[in-house]
């Protein structure tokens, strides 16, 4: 008998239902699936009628049970299973793939942006806490918009597809889940240097309510002129921004922000 564990954020999907409309929501092309946290497997079973699977579990015990679970696909190759911490991982596999998950909340963001980073990942299907996909999915103008916002925008084609219950799961989590797709259309290095731009919008939205302006801590002269040049607003606060102003302040500021 499995018991959840909390700090790998186990809340294991157990309706039918659910793994099926997520499997449905896979781009009928995919060759190769990436799952990060298999769990107990259930997704993954479905995950197998569409493409092999290569999957990163955590949590050794779990490693143990999926062994025993899937030992033809396993024997045939179809399932490749590491027992390692995805977090730590740049590059999930070394050809094309789409990434399907039901994520551990407390480092999705961190895995999402991994996959978004990784030219192999082609897109992703991923369940997220709610609030975490709005803000992955949010247009320019509405509060949830922020770095994630931004970042997902400048590449991917977005969409939240529907909301699950914390009833869905085994333990139930405390929140609303969400499930979105994000279809990669672009690579960050064809827009910028990606380092040096997620250090200026962690500035630009270091207070989210303030106005830019005041967040950029640059001469503001330069950046009056600058904002007048781009059309904006004065007051204009960090959300209100779409991500093309975004990218042509920082090709003006990136001195600022490259690594030195
Ligand atoms: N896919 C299963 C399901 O839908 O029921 C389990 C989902 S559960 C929310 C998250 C899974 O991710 C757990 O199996 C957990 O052990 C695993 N996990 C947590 N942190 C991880 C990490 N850093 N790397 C790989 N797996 C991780």
Redesign the pocket.
Known sequence: MIKAKKQ??????QDKEILIKITQAIPKDTKKIVE?????G??TQELLKISPVKA????AD?IGFLRDKFQKELKERKLILLH????EISCFDESKYFLV????YY?ASKLILQALEDENCQGLVVMVQKEMALKFCAESGSSDFGALGVLSAMICERKILFDVSPLCFNPPPKVVSSVMRLIKQKEFKQMCELDSFKSFLRICFKSPRKQLLSNLKVEKQRLLELFGDLKLKENVRPHELCVNSYLKIYEKLKDKYERK
């Not at 790998?8 to 999907?13: A, P, S």
Request: proline share 7%; charged share 15%; hydrophobic share 40%.
């Open positions: 790998y954020g186990q809340n294991f999907l990060i946290g298999p769990g107990l259930d997704l990163y579990e955590i949590d779990l390692q911490d995805a977090s998950a039901n994520l551990p480092v």
